[in-house]
Each structure stands twice: as structure tokens, then as C-alpha cells.
């Protein structure tokens, strides 16, 4: 009989969750053993935490030489340069010069940190000053004092990798859930395909509508979990690249797409650029949806969205 099996673990900082649908419970958590391994293998990889990680020593020498790094460093910073391109930068790996030094989000942060300053450690976010060389295998961040990081894309890249292998051990259906961004394939237990409820902002417990998501990816960010109150104004945890300052006006957007690393990669700019913006952007992606909840509980979708 089928079975769902299911293992919270504490993984790259967050809380993920993998389900495996099986008949037999030791082969189901031996797998999700194997899915765990290969988080905590990704995590080493892209960890800016680890002085001898790979995305360390590329920022050690920013400014100074090119670094070799493995393929698969190399494919994921080519695919991120690549989304930066396509959202005009509000998607950014090279946001690291601006990140905890200005913005801690635990709740005694009580003023704005100095705009000057941070206008001039926004000089040192550009993606267009990651240099990429295929035929060496190095990555060079151009300027002195860049700094990459891989926190918009990390949790996707890590669920969808975590999914392939659960696939080619033959897992026939599973959640890989990195703490909110998830991606599914197969059925339920039941036979019937997996649901997500989309959550109203008001009164997060009563979801207003149900999406079947089976074969998809969902990535959802929110200001409603993490945030900062500063002279009665709401800032939330998501920063905009091209101004440092985090982002006001959207209460939360959902992104709906096959692969989870796109997922988790595109939440982010959708979240900063506008919602006209957003919208049109999204509409113009093959295979892409997005929901949008603004401050106001104003709820936006994408145009094949149908919500019930």
C-alpha cells in the first residue's frame, strides 16, 4: 500500500521537508537519507559561511585573479547571470556587498542605515562584472570587494537537485520543500494529484483557493515573515539590488513553473519591480505564472492563472 513518508530537516539554514510516496518505509527513508546527502553537498558547494568553499574563494579574490570552480559552480552562476538579464538586473548574485552589514532583520534594528553608504557599496553590485571563461572554467568578480552570493537561487537549485536524484532512484512521487519553495512530481498516496493552497494575507491559516501544482515548482516570498518596522513603515527582507533598500508595496508573490531553481530565482524580482512590470514580464515567459498581494491585500495574477 502506497504511503506518504515524510522528514523535516534543518538544511542550508532553513527548514526543508522531503516527502516520498513509497509501499515500504525503509527503501522510502533511505532515499530521503540520499536526498538529505545531496542538500548538505550543495550547501558545501554554495555556502558563503565556509572559508574554503568555492563561493568564498571566488570572492576572496575579487579584484585579483580568476578562480577555477567546478562545472557545476560554473553552470549556476551562468544561469543566474542569465536571469539577471532577462528581470534587467533586479535579479543579482553579485548583491553580497550590501547584504548583512546593513540590514540585520532581527527586530531590535530601529533606523535606516546611511544611504551614502550604501549608495557606495551599490557601486559593487553588477552582474555584468562577473566574468565567466568556459575555456579555463574561472569565475572573476571585477571589481575589489564584490561579493557573490547565492541566497535568491541556492534553495531552488538544492530542491531540484534533490528531486533529479529522488527521480533516478525511482521515486515515482515526492515534495522537495525548501522551507516554502517546493517543487512536486507524480501523485499523492490517494492517486490524486498534489495541491497547494495559496494563503490569504489576511488570515494566513484559510487559504482562499487551491492550485493543483503536480509537475511543478512553487516559490513564494513574503514580507510577512520576515520584516523590520521602522518609524511605523514596513520594510521587508527582500532588498532591491539597484537601490539597497529593501522592498515596500508587496505583501507576497507566488511563482508557479517547472523547475524550482527558476522559481525561487524569479520570486525575487517579481517582488521589487513594480507589479506592472512584474506582470508584463511574467506574461511574456513561457511556462511561468505568478500571484501578486499587494500592502493593500490587492490580489494580481498572470494570465493563465485562473483563481477559483
Known amino acids: 500500500m502506497l504511503r506518504e513518508f515524510r522528514r523535516p530537516q534543518k538544511l542550508m539554514g532553513n527548514a526543508f521537508e522531503i516527502t516520498v510516496v513509497s509501499d515500504d518505509e525503509k527503501s522510502a527513508h533511505l532515499h530521503i537519507d540520499a536526498a538529505i546527502l545531496e542538500i548538505q553537498r550543495i550547501e558545501k558547494l554554495l555556502t558563503t559561511y565556509n572559508d574554503s568553499s568555492q563561493t568564498n574563494l571566488i570572492n576572496q579574490n575579487a579584484g585579483i585573479q580568476p578562480v577555477k570552480v567546478d562545472w557545476e559552480i560554473f553552470d549556476l552562476i551562468e544561469r543566474s547571470i542569465r536571469i539577471s538579464s532577462i528581470t534587467d538586473g533586479y535579479f543579482d548574485i553579485s548583491y553580497g556587498g550590501i547584504d548583512k552589514s546593513f540590514w540585520n532583520f532581527d527586530r531590535n534594528m530601529n533606523q535606516l542605515p546611511d544611504p551614502e553608504l550604501v549608495k557606495e557599496h551599490l557601486k559593487l553590485v553588477n552582474y555584468q562584472n562577473i566574468l565567466l571563461n568556459r575555456e579555463n572554467q574561472t569565475v572573476f568578480l571585477k571589481e575589489k570587494g564584490m561579493r557573490i552570493g547565492f541566497g535568491g537561487i541556492g534553495k531552488g537549485y538544492a530542491a531540484e537537485m534533490a528531486k533529479r536524484l529522488l527521480i533516478e532512484r525511482g521515486v515515482a512521487s515526492g515534495i522537495v520543500n525548501a522551507s516554502g519553495d517546493l517543487t512536486t512530481w507524480g501523485n499523492q498516496s490517494d492517486g ?8 490569504d494575507p489576511d ?88 500571484i501578486i498581494i499587494d500592502d493593500e491585500d490587492r490580489i494580481y495574477s498572470s494570465k493563465n492563472i485562473n483563481l477559483k
Do not use: R
Open 192 to 199: 490524486k494529484p498534489w495541491t497547494v493552497g495559496i494563503a
Open 203 to 290: 488570515n494566513a491559516k484559510q487559504p482562499f483557493s487551491y492550485m493543483n501544482i503536480t509537475n511543478m515548482a512553487v516559490a513564494t516570498s513574503g514580507s510577512y515573515e520576515k520584516f523590520v518596522v521602522i518609524n511605523d513603515k514596513k520594510y521587508s527582507h527582500t532588498i532591491n539590488p539597484k537601490t539597497g533598500m529593501p522592498v515596500s508595496g508587496v505583501k507576497s508573490v507566488s511563482i508557479f513553473c517547472p523547475n524550482a531553481e527558476i522559481a525561487d530565482a524569479m520570486a525575487t524580482p517579481v517582488s521589487i519591480m513594480g507589479i506592472d512590470a512584474a506582470l508584463d514580464l511574467v506574461n511574456q515567459i513561457n511556462h511561468l505564472e505568478c
